[in-house]
């Protein structure tokens, strides 16, 4: 069988897998996590209950404090067959580590040539990675070890370092990086300072990850535009994480992201934990399939997606996500209706007169949410704003309040000491405490 042959089964093929390896991850969790089986003891779970992806899909979710509070109760192997650890970068909270077995490592390696294979990969192309490869992280190694397995050259550069990774792509001219899509942006601003366009460079694929880069209609966004308007070539989205262990990659066909069935079980559900239609937002809800050092059943990854089903252009019948637009806790609720900061921030880039902007969500009367988008404008007039208003209404039929600041005054807004990532969003929302998890409603 050919690395990639069984993402050209049928649905119903691939359903059949998937279900099986599905049963197979509910026992091994079961008998093998402290956590799982507490979890299963107390919920009257038996393995013989699941025979379908309905039953399946009455498990409790795994949720991001669990992994926090019983991190080492969620192991599944003894240390012996620990071969490495890795660890969440911990922004939001403790950090949680993974504990990686020799068969991990092999299932990230097939992840990972499974997803370059999307976007064409081959043993003849060269990659310049330009992603972090130590440090715990789990992305950079998992690049290296897929490439490498695919037969293709790899330049194992890391994060950071502008001058030396323009040096190593003139003297090495590879075909291929890997990057977080700012820094392409910032290497190519630096490459121009020098008198190099990096068009000459012969890169012809680019793998992105880390920020999304296309539209809700798949199309690129104003990010990926600018990879594509300064490298001359449409970059490959994807999206990975620590908790996953897996990858969803854009193919050639750019019809959204696909997942790699034998090693993720996916649903994507609305705010009360229902499954949504597919092309409908909600939260990504992973299972992760032949893992075995921390297997994760049913986990609330907190980003918002949909899904997309049937054939690909490409060939693939596995199931696809769009982009992530946004996460679950930036939800803004009002009048009956949800939206997520990514779209009114859609909105706002078809204003040119708009050079910077900060939205700010705050409670208003009733507990509903109040939009409030500070907008850096040289200059203004009613009509102007009534469009502005108009156009973020169309998305969500919720009326934003706007006032407007010099750009500058925007910006140092914008700036959060001690940060590099400039502050787009600001949450002012009273805390509702629903006695349990204590997420918003
Ligand atoms: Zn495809």
Not at 253 to 281: N, R, T, W
Request: hydrophobic share 35%.
């Amino acid at each position: 069988m050919q690395l990639t042959d069984r993402e050209f089964m049928s649905s119903e093929e691939i359903n059949q897998m998937q279900l099986e390896l599905v049963k197979q991850t509910v026992g091994y969790a079961g008998q093998n996590s402290k956590y799982y089986r507490k979890t299963f003891k107390q919920e009257g779970i038996q393995l013989e209950d699941i025979k379908s992806f309905a039953d399946f899909s009455k498990l409790p979710f795994t949720g991001k404090d669990d992994l926090q509070i019983y991190n080492e109760e969620l192991f599944c192997v003894p240390k012996t067959e620990i071969v490495e650890f890795v660890s969440t970068s911990g922004t939001t909270g403790e950090p949680v580590v993974f504990p990686l077995t020799k068969n991990d490592l092999e299932r990230l390696k097939l992840n990972e040539a499974l997803s370059f294979s999307c976007a064409n990969a081959q043993n003849t192309d060269a990659f310049q990675i330009m992603v972090n490869m130590g440090n715990l992280f789990v992305a950079g190694l998992a690049y290296y070890l897929g490439l490498t397995h695919l037969g293709a050259t790899t330049y194992r550069i890391g994060a950071g370092l502008t001058q030396r990774q323009l040096y190593l792509l003139n003297k090495f001219r590879p075909n291929g990086l890997v990057s977080v899509p700012s820094f392409l942006i910032k290497l190519r601003n630096v490459a121009l300072e020098e008198g190099i366009d990096v068009k000459d460079l012969g890169v012809e694929k680019i793998v992105l990850i880390g920020e999304p880069i296309l539209e809700m209609d798949l199309t690129s966004n104003s990010l990926g535009k600018k990879i594509e308007e300064y490298w001359g070539v449409r970059p490959f989205s994807s999206y990975g994480s620590t908790e996953m262990s897996t990858s969803f990659a854009e193919c050639i066909a750019h019809q959204g992201l696909h997942s790699h069935p034998e090693l993720i079980y996916f649903e994507i559900v609305d705010e009360k934990g229902q499954p949504v239609p597919d092309g409908m937002l909600g939260e990504l809800i992973v299972t992760t399939l032949q893992a075995e050092g921390m297997p994760l059943l049913r986990y609330q990854t907190g980003d918002i997606t949909f899904k997309i089903s049937g054939r690909c252009d490409c060939g693939r019948s596995t199931d696809r996500i769009g982009p992530i637009i946004g996460r679950k806790n930036q939800m803004i609720k009002s009048k009956g209706t949800t939206i997520y900061p990514g779209q009114i921030e859609k909105a706002l880039l078809a204003f040119k007169e708009i050079t910077d902007y900060i939205i700010q969500v705050s409670t208003g009367a009733e507990f509903s949410d109040v939009i409030t988008l500070k907008l850096g404008m040289e200059q203004t007039d009613e009509n102007l704003i009534r469009r502005i208003k108009e156009q973020v209404n169309a998305i969500g039929r919720v009326t934003p309040e706007i006032e407007v600041y010099q750009p500058a005054i925007i910006e140092k807004m914008t700036h959060v000491e001690g940060k590099t990532k400039q502050r787009k969003f600001i949450d002012l929302r009273e805390q509702v405490d629903l006695g349990g998890r204590g997420e918003r409603i």
